[in-house]
């Protein structure tokens, strides 16, 4: 995945992939919105201002911040737009929780199941779940460009 982007933004994507649910961790839990607890978080500990923003961003968390109503903390951290953020999310959106490769329909559906109709992740999905399928898209092109 890695190979899409610039030399030196492949560390920085392995680093907010690995990174990019550490808000999760209950120690960690102040807003309950854990893209921004995590970034937080990484912040606090001396990770990279990139990484952090990349983790508060990842995979629509905007949406999930206005649904909310927690945007304008969300905002401390810059959106990064471009490949580096793409990848993410695409690294997000095609993986299982337990790690395995999927289509982003079956991971978007596994979420709608997992989380239920009223859980904030879902219904922000009415908001953006374009936007995260334009990325997985312009991830594919660039993953059939790269190893073709």
């Given at each position: 995945?890695?190979?899409?982007?610039?030399?030196?933004?492949?560390?920085?994507?392995?680093?907010?992939?690995w990174l990019h649910d550490i808000g999760y961790?209950?120690?960690?839990?102040?807003?309950?919105?854990?893209?921004?607890?995590?970034?937080?978080?990484?912040?606090?500990?001396?990770?990279?201002p990139r990484v952090c923003g990349l983790v508060?961003?990842?995979?629509?968390?905007?949406?999930?911040?206005?649904?909310?109503?927690?945007?304008?903390?969300?905002?401390?951290?810059?959106?990064?737009?471009?490949r580096l953020r793409d990848a993410l999310w695409?690294?997000?959106?095609?993986?299982?929780?337990?790690?395995?490769?999927?289509?982003?329909?079956?991971?978007?559906?596994?979420?709608?199941?997992?989380?239920?109709?009223?859980?904030?992740?879902?219904?922000?999905?009415?908001?953006?779940?374009?936007?995260?399928?334009?990325?997985?898209?312009?991830?594919?092109?660039?993953?059939?460009?790269?190893?073709?």
């Amino acid at each position: 995945m890695a190979r899409v982007l610039p030399f030196e933004e492949r560390e920085l994507l392995v680093a907010a992939a690995w990174l990019h649910d550490i808000g999760y961790a209950a120690e960690l839990t102040d807003t309950g919105l854990h893209p921004l607890d995590g970034a937080r978080y990484l912040l606090r500990a001396g990770i990279s201002p990139r990484v952090c923003g990349l983790v508060a961003h990842h995979s629509g968390a905007s949406a999930v911040a206005e649904v909310t109503g927690m945007a304008d903390q969300l905002a401390e951290f810059p959106d990064e737009r471009g490949r580096l953020r793409d990848a993410l999310w695409y690294s997000d959106m095609t993986t299982s929780p337990d790690g395995h490769s999927i289509t982003v329909e079956a991971r978007l559906a596994e979420i709608r199941q997992r989380r239920g109709p009223e859980d904030p992740v879902v219904r922000a999905l009415d908001i953006n779940v374009d936007e995260r399928l334009a990325a997985v898209r312009r991830v594919h092109r660039l993953l059939r460009r790269t190893y073709s």
